[in-house]
């Protein structure tokens, strides 16, 4: 069973004039295959910069912790690396890559987890299996990887490199964000589908609680000014949908 353990995690920004802004202050967070975490915030709270950070975007500058996934040391791999070892970014934008279409970039990024190419008389099947599961034509593998797709397509894009992927944790960065309700339950379905597999432990952050009602998490974590400030079940995200985070953030004022 895969294991990511993220101890005291400190994270800060470059700004412009060359200072740096401490953004996570001291986070710790275990995710096993299997189980689903919810990370809850108000906005500007850090969470996305844990994604971020975990994935290895150099904007961010690891000042203290550690992450390790099954024994190994994810800060010292490149960002290359880390995927191969099994960790997955589904961004909250994803961008546009013109002159790459969707197959060759699913063929390459399988081939690099992998070890090896897939089988090109199993592939083609996959492929199309998976996109149809998405609702997605087919016929868009052969289009640039995201040019032209609306907001939703690039989400379910997103799910579908998922699924034939099969990482060992997938962090999900507000994969709700900008979807109307036929394509949230599709791309959860989807996220259902590759958590029910017990391969993969998710890490999933929103804002709200609207997708929690079809991927029901195992754990919510409640994250304000950097930190998490409180832990519980699924019952911890109807807590929040009726009383909001205003006690966090007053709480994390008066802290500082």
């Known amino acids: 069973m895969s294991t990511l353990q993220i101890r005291d995690l400190q994270v800060s920004v470059k700004l412009p004039d060359g200072a740096r802004k401490p953004i996570l202050a001291g986070v710790t967070l275990t995710v096993r295959a299997g189980e689903t975490h919810a990370i809850m915030g ?17 904007r961010y500058e690891i000042t203290g912790g550690e992450v390790v996934l099954d024994g190994e040391d994810v800060l010292a791999m490149s960002v290359d690396e880390r995927a191969r070892a099994g960790m997955f970014l589904a961004m909250q934008y994803p961008v546009e890559v013109p002159g790459v279409s969707v197959a060759n970039f699913l063929r390459t990024a399988k081939t690099a987890v992998d070890g090896e190419a897939p089988k090109l008389r199993t592939w083609a099947g996959e492929l199309r299996g998976a996109m149809e599961r998405l609702h997605m034509d087919p016929a868009m593998a052969q289009r640039n990887v995201n040019e032209g797709f609306s907001g939703g397509e690039k989400k379910r894009h997103e799910i579908v490199q998922m699924e034939l992927l099969r990482p060992k944790v997938a962090i999900l960065d507000e994969t709700d964000s900008g979807l109307d309700v036929d394509a949230l339950r599709v791309v959860s379905e989807g996220v259902n589908r590759v958590r029910d597999t017990g391969e993969t432990g998710l890490l999933l952050i929103t804002h709200y609680t609207r997708i929690l009602r079809y991927i029901k998490p195992d754990f919510v974590h409640v994250f304000v000014a950097g930190r998490i400030v409180e832990e ?13 985070y205003e006690r966090y953030t007053a709480a994390a004022a008066a802290r500082d």
Do not use: I, Q, R, W
């Open 42 to 58: 108000p906005n500007g709270s850090g969470k996305s910069t844990l994604a971020y950070s975990v994935a290895g975007h150099p």
């Open 232 to 244: 519980g079940g699924p019952e911890l995200a109807d807590k929040l949908e009726a009383e909001g």
